[in-house]
T-cell receptor, first 111, second 115 residues
Framework: SQQGEEDPQALSIQEGENATMNCSYK?????LQWYRQNSGRGLVHLIL?????REKHSGRLRVTLDTSKKSSSLLITASRAADTASYFC???????????FGGGTRVLVKP | GAGVSQSPSNKVTEKGKDVELRCDPI?????LYWYRQSLGQGLEFLIY????????KSGLPSDRFSAERTGGSVSTLTIQRTQQEDSAVYLC?????????????FGQGTRLTVV
C-alpha cells in the first residue's frame, strides 16, 4: 500500500515558471522526504522536513508540512528543463522507520 | 563502495523460473529496503530490514517472494516461479537509522522482464 499520494499526477510547465506538487499521507510520521527520479531508475534525495517543522528551503526548493492536515507541498521555483523528472514524497513512519512512497508527480519543463 | 549497488542491472527470465536479485548497501547503513516499480507507477514497498530485528515483510505480494539479509549487509530478493506480472524495476535503498532523521540512498535498480 502507498502511504503518500501525490497531486497532480503530471505537470507540464514552461521554463522559468514555478512547479508545485502536493502530497497527502495517512499515519503519524517522524519526517517527510522528497525524492527525484530520472528515467525510471534510482531515486535521489532532495529535501527532508521533520514533523515539528513547517517550512524548509534548499536552493530553488521549498517544502511545507502541515501535520494537522497530513499534507506537504514541494515548490520548485524558476524551473529549468533539467528539472524534468518524477518527484516522490516519502513518509518516515513514527513506528518502525518504514519509508513509504507515493505514486509520484511527473514534471515536464518545456524549454 | 560509494553507493548502493544492485545486480544484475537487467534480467530477462522465462515464466516459471526463479530469479535472485542482489543489493549491496552502503557500508554501515542499518536499514535496507526493497521496492518494486512498474512502468510509470510509484514505488511499492516490499520488505524492510533494520539491524537485527525481524524484517517487515508486509509488502511482499505473495509467498513466491522472499528476501534475506546476511550479516547485516548484502541482501538478496528471490522470486520463485516468476510470472509476467512480476515484470518491473526492483529498487533497493539503504540508510542509517537511529541517529536522527536520515535520507535513503537508492541503487539503480534491476529491471526484471518475465517472458
Amino acid at each position: 500500500s502507498q502511504q503518500g499520494e501525490e497531486d497532480p499526477q503530471a505537470l507540464s510547465i514552461q521554463e522559468g515558471e514555478n512547479a508545485t506538487m502536493n502530497c497527502s499521507y495517512k499515519t503519524s510520521i517522524n519526517n517527510l522526504q522528497w525524492y527525484r527520479q530520472n528515467s525510471g531508475r534510482g531515486l535521489v534525495h532532495l529535501i527532508l522536513i521533520r514533523s515539528n517543522e513547517r517550512e524548509k528551503h534548499s536552493g530553488r526548493l521549498r517544502v511545507t508540512l502541515d501535520t494537522s492536515k497530513k499534507s506537504s507541498s514541494l515548490l520548485i521555483t524558476a524551473s529549468r528543463a533539467a528539472d524534468t523528472a518524477s518527484y516522490f514524497c516519502a513518509t518516515d513512519a513514527t513506528a518502525g522507520n518504514k519509508l513509504t512512497f507515493g505514486g509520484g508527480t511527473r514534471v515536464l519543463v518545456k524549454p | 563502495g560509494a553507493g548502493v549497488s544492485q545486480s544484475p542491472s537487467n534480467k530477462v527470465t522465462e515464466k516459471g523460473k526463479d530469479v535472485e536479485l542482489r543489493c549491496d548497501p552502503i557500508s554501515g547503513h542499518t536499514a535496507l529496503y526493497w521496492y518494486r516499480q512498474s512502468l510509470g507507477q510509484g514505488l511499492e514497498f516490499l520488505i524492510y530490514f533494520q539491524g537485527n530485528s525481524a524484517p517487515d515483510k508486509s509488502g511482499l505480494p505473495s509467498d513466491r517472494f522472499s528476501a534475506e539479509r546476511t550479516g547485516g549487509s548484502v541482501s538478496t530478493l528471490t522470486i520463485q516461479r516468476t510470472q509476467q506480472e512480476d515484470s518491473a524495476v526492483y529498487l533497493c535503498a539503504s540508510r542509517l537509522v537511529g541517529r536522527g532523521h536520515t535520507e535513503a540512498f537508492f541503487g539503480q535498480g534491476t529491471r526484471l522482464t518475465v517472458v
